[in-house]
């Protein structure tokens, strides 16, 4: 099982960025995928999530409207576009996988986790 991110990168606040997460090993449209994010010196914060069976999704009120999650079933893919980036974005970004049709912003209830990638986000 292995899920990649990549998309993040340095930003001036305004900007945007795609991140994706690439998925491989389990079947795809039998669960959610949701992205966290973690800040320095603060705990994991579920941002969005997307069910792939069902066709939900799910943000944090903070991103709401700035960010939007989308899901390729056919590539194994999550993408989440986001849109008036803040420096508060500033964060390492994971997306994870839970055996389920429905989201969750709880992070013990996900089976798999990618390795993270950066954003930063400059005033």
């Known amino acids: 099982v292995q899920l990649v991110e990549s998309g993040g990168g340095f930003m001036q606040a305004g900007g945007s960025l795609r991140l994706s997460c690439a998925a491989s090993g389990f079947t795809f449209d039998e669960y959610s995928i949701g992205w966290f994010r973690q800040a320095p010196g603060k705990e994991y914060e579920g941002i969005s999530c997307?069910?792939?069976?069902?066709?939900?999704?799910n943000y944090l009120d903070s991103v709401q409207g700035r960010f939007t999650i989308s899901s390729d079933n056919a590539e194994n893919t999550v993408y989440l576009q986001m849109n008036n980036l803040k420096p508060e974005d500033t964060a390492v970004y994971y997306c994870?996988?839970?055996?389920?049709?429905?989201?969750?912003?709880?992070?013990?209830?996900?089976?798999?986790w990618g390795q993270g990638t950066q954003v930063t986000v400059s005033s």
């Open positions: 994870a996988a839970r055996f389920s049709d429905y989201c969750s912003a709880t992070v013990d209830e996900y089976d798999y």
């Open positions: 997307i069910s792939n069976s069902v066709g939900s999704t």
